[in-house]
């Protein structure tokens, strides 16, 4: 079945980034994370438990009940990470580990080690809990990636039988029922993409219509998906959903899903998000409450949840081709996610509040692992959503130092972009076609951007009025051809909604895509109780040596003098201090001596001091 969506993404293996702001994080995600993802993996005795399923070692089960998952996921990170640079010792260390996963393999292909040697005889009697599809997803999308990667069947074939064997006990006439944790949805696409087998896109379509008669709101499983219009529940499980229905709705163009997606996607975006893309500010569900509830200090904003937000607006921008989706992704990625991996690449948030008082920091790895596991196989993906591309028409959606290869009009195009972003919005884009092309170029202009200056070939132009979000550029493209974008990147202060009751006469501080926040480091060593007020002149540059090479913002702020309150019902208001501030990007906040963080400023230092321990 063909997809009912013109657009595609310019697969990561066709961009190169040439910068200093991504090359730098896949590097350290190859040299650093992969291999300390692994070593967990062996430590934890995650892999000795496909040993011990397999026969090839005594022992019992050992851990949580969905820890393949964490196997399959650093799997599908080495994968990406093979495809962008081979390593002939990583690809023997994946077949060997491959080897021991076959073990572990049932004779009828079913496969999870914990149901193998714990609970064998209770297969598929627990969806709602047990995450036996949801880790079955995870294998399926890393065999697909170790497929792509490598040429080989090894895991594939092994993906294969698994499948075979669910659709065998799944479907009308059989078992019917729904994964609590969605995943397999979107990794039946996948897997249905790199084998041709329609039945593997069946059995996603049947997992997506038989949700919604159980009246669990927690996994979406309350109504059907269909007559969902608002986002409830665990919120990864919500982004894994709802980017497997995307990808349905993309092969089967169904306008019920396209409506119900659109619906979610406004209320997500308008009620439920915060300023760094992150979504899900309880803790008690992992997930959503009700709209306009975005505490900051307690904000869960789970990793996973950030990569699920991109991994669904990317599916969104290719069902509409619309920047508002690509802006959230970007939103998302640049903030609310990279804040979820160290600098140095080894060490992790599971959640990513906005306000700290010094006690929230990375850890080296969880007992469920699934943020440090979903980083892995996140990162080497970057390049994916820079570029994509229909029939005459190229696509460029983010801003990064960057090589590719795209086919646009039946010909292969070579793009180079220069750029210094996120920190400038001086973008240089050079097209080499083979031979003299007609084509569209879309050029994204963020939502962050007021206006933007364009030339083509070194003269100003006024390109025709922007659809949906970006400026269209159509001509017979040749070899050298130049485009230059500045987009202007003031500091903005950035207000929310009154109804978010968190940060009522409060602003953040935003420069291009990033969100900016005060660390007591910076800051003499408090941050809480700074205000800073609207008329207050702030400026930005370059630290080199900072933070791995960051923007920062620095001005005045006003802070309250210290107030002794002791045997005191009243006194006279005190003068406040000036004091100079510096701000950092939030992605970059806790590697340097714990502290105090805010993303949020009061305006006054009547707030401010509200915020002052008594």
């Known amino acids: 079945m063909k997809s009912s969506v013109s657009r595609t993404a310019v697969p990561f293996t066709d961009v190169k980034f040439i910068d200093n702001f991504w090359a730098p994080r896949l590097e350290a995600n190859r040299s650093v994370t992969l291999p300390a993802c692994f070593q967990q993996c062996e430590d934890t005795h995650r892999i000795r438990n496909f040993e011990v399923a397999g026969g090839l070692t005594e022992g019992a089960f050992e851990g949580i009940y969905f820890n393949d998952s964490d196997v399959y996921k650093v799997i599908e990170g080495a994968a990406y990470t093979l495809a962008l640079q081979p390593d002939p010792e990583l690809d023997a260390y994946l077949d060997k580990l491959i080897e021991k996963i076959t073990a572990a393999q049932q004779e009828d292909g079913y496969l999870n080690t914990y149901y193998t040697l714990v609970e064998p005889d209770k297969r598929w009697t627990d969806l709602p809990v047990r995450h036996e599809l949801y880790c079955a997803g995870h294998l399926f999308e890393a065999a697909v990636a170790h497929y792509r990667a490598t040429g080989k069947r090894n895991l594939l074939d092994i993906a294969i039988r698994f499948a075979d064997h669910i659709d065998q006990v799944f479907g009308e006439g059989r ?54 219009s608002e986002i409830v529940g665990h919120a990864v499980r919500a982004m894994y959903l709802y980017a497997g229905v995307a990808d349905i709705a993309a092969y089967t163009g169904d306008k019920a899903l396209f409506a119900a997606m659109d619906r979610i996607w406004e209320d997500v975006t308008q009620r439920k998000m915060y300023i760094t893309g992150g979504i899900g500010p309880s803790a008690h569900n992992e997930g959503f409450t009700v709209p306009y509830d ?57 959640v990513n509040p906005l306000g700290s008082r010094g006690e929230h920091h990375r850890q080296p790895w969880y007992g469920c692992a699934c943020c440090p596991t979903n980083v892995v196989r996140f990162i080497p993906q970057v390049n994916e959503y820079l570029y994509a591309t229909s029939s005459d028409t190229l696509w460029v959606n983010l801003y990064a130092g960057s090589e590719a290869k795209v086919t646009v009009s039946g010909q292969e195009i070579k793009l180079v972009q220069e750029t210094d972003y996120p920190w400038s919005g001086s973008v240089k884009l050079t097209i080499h076609p083979v031979v003299p092309t007609s084509f569209n170029i879309n050029l994204r202009i963020p939502g962050w951007c007021d206006h933007a200056a364009l030339e083509l070939n070194g003269q100003g132009i006024e390109p025709p009025p922007g659809e949906n979000g970006y400026y269209q550029i159509w001509r017979e493209w040749r070899s050298g051809d130049t485009i230059q974008l500045d987009m202007p990147m003031p500091i903005r202060r950035i207000a929310a909604n ?32 700074i205000a800073l007020p609207r008329d207050r002149e702030l400026e930005a540059h370059l630290e ?59 305006e006054t230092t009547a707030l401010a001091e509200q915020e002052t321990p008594e």
Not at 186 to 199: D, H, I, N, P, Q
Not at 514 to 525: A, F, K, Q, R
């Open 498 to 529: 009154p109804r978010v009751q968190a940060d009522v006469g409060r602003i953040a501080l935003q420069r291009g895509p990033i969100v900016y926040c005060l660390e007591g480091t910076d800051n003499s060593g408090a941050v809480r109780d």
């Open 294 to 350: 975005l505490p900051n200090d307690s904000a869960y904003a789970e990793t996973c949840a950030a990569i699920g937000m991109v991994l669904w607006n990317q599916r969104m921008f290719l069902l509409h081709g619309e920047a508002k989706y690509v802006d959230v992704l970007e939103q998302t990625l640049y903030n609310g996610l990279i804040s979820g991996i160290s600098l140095s690449g080894d060490r992790f948030f599971y």
């Open 175 to 228: 078992l019917v029922g729904v994964p609590g944790h969605e995943e397999i949805e979107l990794a039946l696409v996948k897997l249905y993409e790199v084998t041709g087998e329609e039945r593997y896109l069946n059995l996603a379509r049947f997992f997506i219509d038989k949700r919604g008669y159980s009246e669990r709101d927690y996994c979406q499983d309350h109504i059907p998906i269909r007559e969902q």
């Open 544 to 602: 080199s040596d900072l933070l791995g090479g960051v923007m920062v913002i620095t001005g005045k702020a006003l802070r309250p003098q210290p107030v002794e309150w002791s045997g005191k019902l009243y006194r006279p208001v005190s003068t406040d201090r000036e004091i100079p501030i510096t701000a950092i990007p939030y992605y970059a906040w806790d590697h340097r001596e714990a502290g105090e963080m805010v993303v949020w400023l009061p």
